[in-house]
Nanobody, 125 residues
Framework: QVQLVESGGGLVQAGGSLRLSCAAS????????MGWFRQAPGKEREFVSA????????AYADSVKGRFTISRDNAKNMVYLQMNSLKPEDTALYFC??????????????????WGRGTQVTVSS
């Protein structure tokens, strides 16, 4: 079992930045690929970014490429999502997720085994 707790969300103006953090506890953090998803009101949960166990492989949704950066610190059991040049359409509840895969990254909801409760990001225009 892995417990995930997100933080760092908030209200920001368009063009601003936020850094989301996800703290993991339980099993060995470095055994999991990690991902970020988001869900806006009335919409399905969508993939944002993912990072392999070692951090060597990453993936981003087209809508966030060049603006968001995912990273992890296995010594601290943390994963981060640096979000720059935020847009109103980035407004959503952001979730951290853990995936037991050995290699690569997952980009779909059902590939992930553990989820946090989310942190709200609101971008005003």
């Amino acid at each position: 079992q892995v417990q995930l707790v997100e933080s760092g969300g908030g209200l920001v103006q368009a063009g601003g930045s936020l850094r989301l953090s996800c703290a993991a506890s339980g099993r060995t953090f470095s055994n999991y690929a990690m991902g970020w998803f988001r869900q806006a009101p009335g919409k399905e949960r969508e993939f944002v970014s993912a990072l392999s166990r070692s951090g060597g492989n990453t993936a981003y949704a087209d809508s966030v490429k060049g603006r968001f950066t995912i990273s992890r610190d296995n010594a601290k059991n943390m994963v981060y999502l640096q979000m720059n040049s935020l847009k109103p359409e980035d407004t959503a509840l952001y979730f951290c997720a853990a995936d037991r895969r050995l290699i690569g990254v997952g980009t779909t909801f059902n590939e992930y085994n553990y989820w946090g409760r989310g942190t709200q990001v609101t971008v005003s225009s």
